[in-house]
């Protein structure tokens, strides 16, 4: 007679934005009949909930639940955001925006970007961002969602958000719980594994109560309890690229017009965040400790802040890099538990969500089949490095030379996929999305064309076209896209009609 291999307990250890984000998710597509949801957290425990500034894949997580996002906006004090704008990185007083969505239009089967290069590298056509609706609308205020107007970019329109992250969290709790997810009150203090193989068996609480499970998800964060602590499966140091390993977070009183935009500031050390939500802006500073003193960073932020400061600030520290395992036995780390990479372009949200798709993707029975836990972390391993790189490229392709921060992230060796991408697009402008790397050819052109990379040519087809042609059409496009925005409401007035918070 077979025995019943199915998984039947999940224990969810931690809960802040990884744990009720996977929690809500898998009593959203797991049979609570046959699967039981545990999910261990403690008050007294903090989160590193700084508000949240997230991309566009999110809305593909909200449709998965099922979230009304006018609901969900209106809970969590969220905004609307068409993109991060970088100030300072290139050198001071220098500004460019990574908006999300697509330049131009592909022409004659040939990348829009190569017919701009071509104009562009003669003087005779405007800067990039005039041919992003994301970047135009982003710069006047405004937004709106797409709506099907045929060939019209505002159809095509690509946006993300900003929200409250323990407001987040607490929405998704209380939808997770209302499908039967279980939360215990109480602090892990020990893991019990099994003698025959090292599995997890059962987590011990503070109150000696004893939580048994068949598959452990860590969420206990930077603390990372579980797959560190207990099953000991190493750290990829990777803060040679990237030495910023401190941060503090301060919120403050909104200030002025409501920005549908994050905003990235390079300081001397690392750089300061800026994240506007309904009722307060989000305000942070990254810095590498090697190079800024605490003190020094927390007066680089409380001298920018847009208004009165509304709380004492949260101070964080970690190293940049990731698990070697982020699934080991019967254990999956999501979240900062598996690995950090520092917040420059809003993917921490993304890769919970990630992880979480890939785990509903290849998931166990009591067997644990090694060759599934392999293909999870080699997927996990193939998206940390690639965001990992084009974070490096922020820092590495930079004329600033005011400190010996910025000189050292200027003439670092850099990895070989990094290395590649700029001379691919240094000789011809060629940019290529490798395989399922998150970013893309859009992302890799704002940042590379923003940080001031030159290229030495285009494609070659362009030229089947004539310098006249591509002037018209380039035109039209830079028309189309202002009429576009010009429909576009205010970022405030469409908060308001929509998706007000109560």
């Not at 566009?56 to 969900?72: A, C, H, R, V, Y």
């Not at 990777?238 to 409501?258: F, M, N, T, V, Y």
């Not at 940019?431 to 070659?460: C, K």
Request: glycine content about 6%.
């Amino acid at each position: 007679m077979a025995t019943n291999s199915r998984i039947e307990k999940i224990v969810i250890v931690g809960g802040g934005t990884a744990g009720w984000m996977t929690a809500a998710a898998f009593s959203k597509v797991l049979n609570k009949d046959n699967v039981n949801i545990v999910l261990v957290e403690s008050d007294q425990i903090g989160t590193v909930s700084v508000g949240e500034a997230t991309i566009p894949q999110i809305s593909l997580f909200n449709k998965i639940l099922g979230i009304d996002e006018n609901e969900f906006l209106s809970k969590t004090n969220g905004t609307f955001k068409l993109g991060i704008e970088f100030i300072d990185w290139r050198k001071k007083n220098h500004r460019y925006m990574h908006p999300f969505g697509n330049f131009g239009t592909d022409m004659e089967a040939i990348q829009f970007h190569h017919y701009w290069l071509k104009m562009f590298n003669q003087g005779q056509a405007p800067d990039i961002e005039d041919y992003s609706l994301a970047a135009v609308g982003a710069k006047q205020n405004r937004f709106m969602r797409p709506v099907n107007m045929g060939n019209s970019p505002i159809s095509e329109l690509a946006y993300a958000f900003h929200f409250d992250a323990v407001l987040y969290a607490k929405f998704l709790r209380e939808f997770a719980e209302q499908r039967g997810v279980k939360r215990v009150e109480g602090k892990v203090v020990s893991s019990s594994l099994r003698a025959n193989d090292g599995f997890i068996e059962s987590v011990t609480l503070e109150d000696h109560k004893i939580i048994p499970g068949d598959l452990f998800i860590d969420c206990s964060g930077f603390r990372a309890l579980l797959i560190e602590k207990a099953l000991n499966v190493g750290y990829q140091d990777w803060s040679h690229w990237l030495p910023c390993d401190r941060a503090i977070a301060i919120p403050c009183e909104k200030q002025g017009e409501l920005k549908p935009y994050t905003q990235s500031t390079a300081h001397q050390a690392g750089w300061r965040w800026r994240i506007p939500l309904q009722h307060r802006t989000g305000n942070g500073v990254v810095y590498s400790s090697a190079h800024c003193d605490d003190e020094s960073a927390l007066q680089n932020l409380l001298n920018n802040l847009d208004g009165k400061s509304l709380s004492e600030p949260n101070r964080l520290r970690w190293v940049t890099g990731m698990r070697k395992r982020a699934w080991h036995k019967n254990c999956v780390a999501i979240g900062l538990s598996s690995g950090f990479i520092e917040p420059l372009e809003s993917t921490s949200i993304h890769l919970i969500q990630s992880s979480i798709a890939k785990l509903l993707g290849l998931f166990p029975d009591k067997s644990f089949k090694q060759v599934d836990i392999d293909k999870f972390n080699q997927q996990n391993e193939f998206e940390l490095e690639k965001i990992r790189d084009f974070i490096i490229l922020h820092y590495h392709v930079t004329e600033r030379d005011d400190s010996e921060f910025w000189n050292h992230c200027r003439t670092m060796e850099i990895p070989d996929f990094l290395r590649e991408k700029i001379e691919l697009y240094k000789s011809h402008g060629r940019i290529y999305r490798e395989h399922y790397e998150l970013f893309n050819e859009t992302s890799w052109l704002a940042v590379m064309h923003g940080q001031g990379i030159q290229t030495d040519g285009y494609h070659p087809i362009v030229d089947n076209l004539s310098e006249q042609e591509i002037k018209r059409r380039l035109q039209h496009i830079q028309s189309v896209i202002v009429q576009s925005s010009q429909q576009m409401p205010s970022h405030l007035s469409y908060i308001n009609q929509h998706c007000l918070a109560n």
